[in-house]
């Protein structure tokens, strides 16, 4: 799996090694056996295709050429149909606000990237916090969310290159729960707006706000998976449950397929018996639905956000990062 050299971190190599054809030495190989077999790889597996990021130019679809022969360019022709990359929309959601919704979002979202995925990240929350922490002024934003959803701008459109790709909310986007309200399949917005990039991306991570209005039933529409962070120091079970049933509402009207793929405990502090309580108390109420990783409360990250990056950029080797790398482990290796 010469691909997954690039990878910034050796743990990220989630394929088993030796496995398959897979044993090529060249760091930089832009063709990988796997990528040829019949059987697409789930999202989570490592790409078994190269990724936009490693692949310079004319990245887009040349991506089904024998392994074995990674010289042979221009001359073969492809087989006609292209590799299906399943997309994985990951909503972020818990009604209440600062629980490291928009944290997870960033950083999480930076992790996959880290590990060779194409990784969008959408800000639904018109407080645009998750714009802010890739240093986009949402008050300068003419583009947004709001004229995906109630305009149906593309949103290629609103979409920023920065450490991963954001779709940027602006203040506008406050109106656009009341201005969505009266279109017909106001909950669809999303999943419809998404279309047009599910080939763009093995993953899309949204940010939602601390509501469960229109904006937030729109993520959860749209999303295959959810993750509900949850704040261990004043751990609410009502609130989880309350979120529960609005799944179970997703469910039966709009989304069938959406899980919950795990509840993170964020904001973990260590020393205190009480955190260590609550942990237990998710652990006893959602059993293996809550993620073995845990966030703990650092300052880096309430620093990374006021420059404009992810706690994986601004302090890459600390344990704040280090806990969001081993969350994109888990996720992938939970991959499906
Ligand atoms: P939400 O999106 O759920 O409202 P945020 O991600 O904005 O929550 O986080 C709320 C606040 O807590 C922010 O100031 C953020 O920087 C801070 N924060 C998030 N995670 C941690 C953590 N693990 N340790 C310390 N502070 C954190
Ligand atoms: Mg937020």
Redesign the pocket.
Do not use: H, M, W, Y
């Given at each position: 799996m010469g691909l997954l050299q690039r990878f910034a971190r050796p743990e990220y190599r989630l394929g088993r090694e030796g496995e398959g054809e897979g044993a090529d030495p060249e760091p930089e190989r832009q063709f990988d056996a796997a990528a040829t077999q019949a059987a697409p790889p789930p999202v989570g597996e490592p790409l078994a295709v190269p990724v936009k990021s490693s692949v310079q130019e004319g990245g887009d679809g040349v991506n089904s050429t024998a392994s074995s022969a990674p010289d042979v360019h221009a001359g073969q022709q492809q087989p006609a149909q292209p590799i299906a990359r399943a997309l994985k929309v990951i909503a972020?959601a818990?009604q209440?606000?600062?629980?490291?919704?928009?944290?997870?979002?960033?950083n999480l979202a930076v992790a996959f990237a880290e590990a060779g995925h194409r990784v969008l990240a959408i800000d639904m929350?018109p407080?645009g916090?998750?714009t802010m922490?890739q240093g986009i002024d949402p008050d300068t934003v003419e583009k947004s969310m709001y004229h995906v959803l109630v305009d149906g701008m593309p949103i290629r459109d609103v979409i920023r290159k920065r450490e991963i790709d954001v779709a940027c909310a602006s203040i506008d986007l406050a109106g656009a729960e009341i201005a969505m309200s009266m279109k017909i399949g106001r909950e669809r917005s999303l999943e419809k707006a998404l279309k047009a990039v599910r080939e763009d991306y093995d993953f899309v991570c949204i940010?939602t706000p601390?509501s469960l209005g229109l904006l937030t039933i729109n993520a959860l529409t749209a999303a295959d998976k959810v993750i509900v962070?949850v704040?261990c120091e004043y751990l609410s079970m009502r609130g989880l449950i309350q979120l529960q049933n609005t799944l179970s509402m997703i469910r039966e009207e709009l989304n069938p397929d959406v899980e919950i793929e795990g509840i993170l405990p964020?904001?973990?502090d260590t020393r205190t018996v009480h955190a260590k309580e609550a942990i237990e108390i998710l652990e006893e109420n959602f059993g293996d639905r809550v993620f073995a990783t845990r966030?703990?409360?650092?300052?880096?990250?309430?620093?990374?956000?006021v420059k404009g990056t992810s706690v994986l950029k601004y302090d890459p080797e600390g344990t704040?990062a280090e806990?969001y790398r081993d969350l994109a482990k888990e996720v992938l290796e939970n991959g499906r």
């Open positions: 972020f818990n209440k606000g600062g629980v490291a919704k928009t944290t997870t979002t960033l929350d407080q916090n998750l922490s940010d601390p962070p704040q964020t904001l973990v966030i703990r409360k650092t300052i880096r990250f309430a620093e990374a956000p704040a806990s």
